[in-house]
């Protein structure tokens, strides 16, 4: 009694099964099918992206359909063909240790005549088979919705991974799905999430700890030299001169620091060469912004030009007005007090231990912009450091979302650290357990030899030429046939293909349900927020607490940092040097970080977890 088919009624299994047609040549891992006319091919579904089965002596080799057209070769023998479809081969169904499997790569080739049939659905399942320990499903085939597609986790973490389409195709979304499944399969990797646009904070409930303005510490002596002068300088090149002065003042900060932690006399402090000290601007170790002004004030104080003073005394005012800006409380916050924070703030972003939590949300889109490339780099390159560095304490997966942004391919555009940071992770992160996770809206503006690293690949729909050629040069010529789908999908659909996968597969994502989807927090969609959102009262909360985020004045926090006892490694640090006197004195305004605490209305305060970590329900 035949089966019958799921999606087609009318179609028996034992049709799906019956010969459509015999191999009349073969190139390497691609063969040509000549297909019998006697079939009824458009019943059998030879068509570009079917999956089809080629009978040798000794497997069943699998292979999809790349390209079908009508007739070629009038007839072999008595067969007669009425058109010809040409084959990616890329596994074979054989036995494996007593067993019936799939495995990929091909070791016995078809010859010419072999028999050629569509895979039914058992021999799909066994393609896509869900049992194996490492595999993670995504969602299900497209032409079987009873498929669930899995993807073999490992490969596709150790060789990065990228998903591809335009806005609005559900990339966030399978990105959630994606790394739901990773938290479930592999509880020991670590994932680091650069949440550009604050989406994916009620994704993943319990398993993310979120790091947002509020409760990041990243002190900025873990800024390399580039980084910082980006910091300073606002996202935009600095002035040759001054970066000339920042590369030898800040080594000699960091020696001033190592000094005060050695000598409890300040009097008995010798001044040391910096060179010989071995700190280069790019060494981790913390330094104070005091001693770093105190060094550019001393140089200062030295000179008799005029203009060279200036130079000095802009540097100065530069480095304050940052440090002295509230939206840089997470840089600066303690800049004056020292103390060796390095591990706790690794330790929090990579989550060592991870404490239920494996995962780290990074919400990016409270940060300054002019900082947020300085951020994203210094993150990426701790990862690939820690992980080196570690010896791999533990596998790590950073994902990007915006990735063009932040690696772009014209490389007038972007921070150049953050690009060689992230090419950097692409190059040589599998070595130490560091992987990449891409996401991108435009790849062909993402810096190719980036994305030809990531071999597990997810297009979803893209209408724009560039985007669709630079895809097709990153496969095979004849696979390339397969993107002809990609400005068809649909929401949800996607072309997986590379080694995560057994075939390029035409797959529809999981549905999410609603609470899960990620989604920016500025906009919730609930009618009850738009109420607010009419409130005047509300706007003018909003503006006010605008207006107090974005004004630059003496920060509260480094005056109460002077009072806080450091606790790691400055058991021995003398009272601080008093503030450098170049800057115009700020006012000092003690309610003003009360603007960014109060709760805009009398309703539940929906920014609670930005500012107060230990109140957020997601933190800990
Ligand atoms: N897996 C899914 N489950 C449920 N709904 C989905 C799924 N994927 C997409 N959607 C729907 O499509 C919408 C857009 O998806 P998503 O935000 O993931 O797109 P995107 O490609 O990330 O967009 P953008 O480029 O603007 O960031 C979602 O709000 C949701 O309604
Ligand atoms: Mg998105």
Request: proline share 7%; with cysteine; net charge neutral.
């Amino acid at each position: 009694m035949p089966e019958l088919n799921a999606r087609d009624p009318g179609k028996t299994e034992a049709t799906a099964g019956e010969v459509l047609g015999h191999v009349h040549s073969v190139t390497g891992a691609q063969a040509s099918i000549g297909l019998l006319s006697a079939n009824g091919l458009h019943r059998a579904g030879a068509t570009v992206g079917k999956f089809i089965k080629i009978h040798t002596g000794k497997a069943l080799l699998i292979g999809v359909i790349t390209d079908v057209s009508l007739l070629v070769s009038p007839s072999i023998g008595e067969q007669r063909y009425c058109g010809v479809a040409h084959v990616d081969l890329t596994g074979e169904i054989g036995d494996r240790g007593g067993k019936i499997g799939f495995r990929r790569g091909v070791t016995d080739y078809p010859s010419i005549g072999d028999a050629a049939s569509a895979l039914t659905s058992n021999e799909l399942r066994l393609v896509f088979d869900t049992s194996a320990a490492k595999t993670i499903k995504i969602g299900q085939l497209q032409q079987d919705s009873t498929i669930t597609v899995a993807v073999d986790v490992d490969e596709m973490l150790s060789k990065h991974f990228a998903v591809l389409g335009t806005t609005g195709v559900g990339k966030s979304s399978a990105v959630a799905v994606i790394l739901q499944q990773i938290l479930q399969v592999r509880p020991d990797v670590r994932i680091l999430l650069l949440d550009v646009h604050n989406e994916y904070g009620r994704c993943f409930g319990e398993r993310a700890y979120l790091v947002n303005p509020g409760n990041l510490r990243l002190p900025f002596w873990l800024f390399n030299f580039e980084e910082i002068v980006d910091v300073f300088f606002g996202g935009r090149p600095g002035l040759d001169e001054e970066v000339e002065i920042l590369a030898e003042v800040i080594p000699q900060a960091k020696v001033t620091y190592t000094q005060y932690r050695h000598t409890i006399e300040r009097t008995a402090i010798k001044k040391q060469d910096p060179k010989s000290s071995g700190y280069t601007v790019d060494t981790p170790v913390p330094y104070r912004l005091a001693d770093l002004l105190a060094q550019i004030d001393e140089r200062m104080g030295k000179l008799e030009n005029r203009t060279s003073r200036l130079v000095h005394h802009k540097l100065m005012t530069r480095i304050e007005t940052v440090s002295n800006d509230p939206r840089y409380a997470f840089m600066f916050e303690n800049a004056n007090v020292g103390g060796d924070t390095m591990a706790e703030s690794i330790s929090q972003l990579f989550r060592l231990p991870a404490d239920g939590r494996p995962m780290t949300i990074m919400q990016l889109a409270g940060l300054p912009a002019e900082v947020v490339d300085a951020v994203v780099s210094v993150l990426c390159r701790m990862a690939f450091d820690f992980g080196m560095w570690s010896d791999t304490a533990s596998p790590m997966l950073i994902v990007c979302e915006e990735a063009h942004r932040y690696a772009s391919v014209d490389r007038t555009v972007g921070f150049g650290p953050t690009r060689r940071a992230i090419s950097r992770l692409a190059k040589e992160g599998r070595k130490y357990g560091v992987f990449l996770g891409l996401i991108t809206q435009r790849p062909a503006e993402l810096d190719p030899t980036i994305l030809s690293q990531c071999s597990t690949l997810f297009a979803m729909r893209m209408s724009n030429d560039r985007d669709q050629a630079l895809l097709r040069s990153a496969v095979s010529d004849s696979a390339a046939n397969l993107f002809a789908f990609v400005p068809a999908l649909g929401t949800r659909e996607a072309l997986a293909f590379g080694v995560g996968t057994p075939l390029p597969t035409r797959l529809t994502f999981a549905e999410l349900p609603r609470q899960l989807l990620p989604r920016s927090e500025a906009f919730t969609g609930d009618p009850a927020n738009q109420m607010g959102g009419q409130d005047l009262n509300f706007i003018a909360a909003v503006v006010e607490r605008w207006r107090g985020a974005t004004m630059r004045r003496r920060v509260a926090a480094d005056e109460a940092a002077r009072d806080v006892k450091p606790t790691v490694g400055a058991e021995a640090m003398p009272p601080p040097v008093p503030p450098v006197p170049s800057a115009p004195p700020l006012t000092p305004e003690p309610g003003r970080f009360s603007l960014l605490k109060k709760p805009l209305t009398d309703k539940p305060d929906p920014y609670a977890a930005l500012r107060s970590p230990a109140a957020a329900p997601g933190n800990r």
